[in-house]
């Protein structure tokens, strides 16, 4: 048996694991990933191997049908983001898939409330500013008594929810299965994009599908209040980057944290780097030592038993 894993977390962690795939006489393939493989690169390397566990490559029909066309048996998605992969070829093709879900709630909501501070105190603009030798103090705002628009309440958003509710802050949930939970009695629901104008903050939270591309657009922004930020820790799509760069240019943003974009690795020369008061991460949000630990093990777990490995 022979298992290939591309999703960079586990890789950098995959010393740790390594004893796993031994221990059961499993051949283990680590490439080095930096974000994702290519098309054609899982083309060549998917059909190598009986079981595959995915980061964020582009797992479409087109490298499974190359899979199963060799020895590819079954396939687990690290972590909670499906976007990228194709799960009804997967059916299709009769290739056992299954994702692993509610693994990083509490990570992603700590980045992603660390980024409401930080656009509120420009926390990174001061850091920027004393290693060049300045010595700046920009006048941030207070949390307290400002507003979010939380868009997802899945588990990072409820994270998020209860993180945000402790600073004193008010919060609008925007999400179509939304419903409250236990330590949030406080957050408030709207429909997208109503009240938007309310909202000192944007926090994007929720995962990628048709009706969350693009949710953060020219005429959505429009309608926000001048000098929103904007933060988004959920997928780089649900933000139209050529209307964000355009609000920041202008002012109506005022600045924006962004883990993810349309684009992985962030081009570089897109304007948002050229923008001051823009911070990113690199996707990723959810790369702690103890939910890259558990979310493996249960990766490693499930495809064991899609194969057959006791």
């Given at each position: 048996m022979k298992v290939l894993v591309t999703c960079p977390p586990m890789l950098g962690m995959i010393e740790s694991f390594r004893h796993m795939f031994e221990a059961k006489g499993v051949e283990l393939t680590a490439p080095p990933v930096v974000q994702?493989?290519?098309?054609?690169?899982?083309?060549?390397?998917?059909?190598?191997?009986?079981?595959?566990?995915?980061?964020?490559?582009?797992?479409?029909?087109?490298?499974?049908?190359?899979?199963?066309?060799?020895?590819?048996k079954a396939a687990v998605k690290w972590g909670i983001g499906v976007d990228n992969v194709d799960f009804n070829a997967c059916k299709d093709l009769d290739i056992p898939i299954i994702n692993t879900p509610n693994m990083f709630g509490g990570e992603v909501a700590d980045i992603a409330v660390g980024y409401v501070i930080a656009l509120a105190r420009e926390t990174f603009q001061i850091d920027s500013g004393v290693r060049a030798g300045a010595w700046p103090k920009p006048r941030g705002i207070s949390l307290?008594?400002?507003?979010?628009?939380?868009?997802?309440?899945?588990?990072?958003?409820?994270?998020?929810?209860?993180?945000?509710?402790?600073?004193?802050?008010?919060?609008?949930?925007?999400?179509?299965?939304?419903?409250?939970?236990?330590?949030?009695?406080?957050?408030?629901?709207?429909?997208?994009?109503?009240?938007?104008?309310?909202?000192d903050f944007i926090v994007v939270t929720c995962a990628l599908t048709p009706s969350s591309y693009h949710m953060i657009n020219a005429e959505t922004l429009a309608m926000a209040k001048a000098g929103v930020r904007v933060i988004n820790v959920g997928r780089g799509p649900i933000v139209d980057e050529t209307a964000l760069i355009s609000a920041l240019a202008s002012g109506h943003v005022y600045s924006a944290a962004l883990d993810v974009f349309e684009i992985e690795p962030l081009p570089g020369d897109s304007p948002l780097r050229q923008h001051p008061r823009c911070v990113f991460g690199s996707h990723n949000a959810s790369n702690t030592a103890d939910a890259v630990q558990r979310t493996s093990e249960i990766a490693i777990g499930k495809l064991f038993s899609y194969l057959g490995i006791q």
């Open positions: 994702t493989l290519s098309v054609e690169e899982l083309k060549e390397i998917v059909p190598q191997h009986d079981g595959w566990i995915i980061g964020d490559d582009p797992a479409t029909r087109e490298v499974f049908s190359a899979g199963k066309a060799g020895k590819l307290a008594g400002k507003t979010v628009a939380l868009i997802g309440y899945g588990d990072i958003g409820r994270n998020a929810a209860k993180r945000l509710l402790a600073a004193d802050m008010r919060v609008i949930a925007y999400d179509p299965v939304a419903s409250q939970s236990p330590g949030t009695t406080s957050v408030e629901f709207a429909q997208w994009p109503e009240r938007i104008s309310e909202a």
